[in-house]
Every structure is written in C-alpha cells, then in structure tokens.
C-alpha cells in the first residue's frame, strides 16, 4: 500500500507543478506584451449601420461617426476586461496550485 501513496503524491505533485508553470507563463507572457507595447488583440474595420433600401432596391449603407465611436468604445472596454479575466485566471491557477504542490510534495519526501 505504501507504494500507492508515494505514486499519488508524487502524481498530485507533478500535475500541480505543471499548472504552476502554465499559470507563471501566462503571467510573465502578459507582462512581456505589455512592456514590450504588443499589440494583443485585432481592431477590425468598423460596422456600418445600412438603412433600408431605397424604392430602386438599392441599400444605403450609412457610416454614422457616432455609431463607429460607439462600437470603438466598446471594443476597447471588451478588450481591457479581457485582460483582466487573463490574469485573474493566471493568478488564481498560482494561489489554488501553489499550496497543493508544497503540501504534496512535502508529505512526499518525507514518505522517501
């Protein structure tokens, strides 16, 4: 039975280690964009808002500035926001793995 419990901590152990090392990379890969000034995320083109058709059948498309500031500002809030969810996933993959790794990998080198 021993060789159970060596093989479960070492187990938990390393499965802990390895979320450690994902969230420190996600970590470190979100400040190095930041200082390095990375551009992380697309602007695409801005959406026109299109009026209904004319009675020829043609459509008018209208570009209202307000519209497209509208929806800029929006995207810029999305785009901070996600920033954000990133590194609280990162944070909270250290803060719950961090403990299960010491705690672990403790009790099993003293089972060795």
């Not at 551009?39 to 497209?68: I, L, R």
């Not at 990133?86 to 403790?106: C, R, T």
Request: positive net charge.
């Amino acid at each position: 039975m021993p060789w159970m419990k060596k093989t479960y901590l070492y187990l938990v152990s390393l499965v802990s280690l390895i979320i450690i090392i994902i969230g420190a990379t996600m970590l470190v890969n979100m400040g190095l964009k930041s200082v390095l000034g990375v551009k992380q995320y697309v602007n695409y083109p801005q959406m026109c808002a299109a009026q209904p058709s004319t009675p020829n059948g043609d459509k008018n498309v209208v570009c209202d500035p307000e519209y497209q500031k509208e929806q800029a500002a929006a995207d810029l809030e999305n785009q901070k926001n996600s920033k954000k969810q990133d590194i609280a996933q990162a944070l909270a993959f250290l803060i719950v793995s961090i403990p299960i790794f010491w705690y672990h990998w403790s009790l099993a080198r003293k089972e060795a």
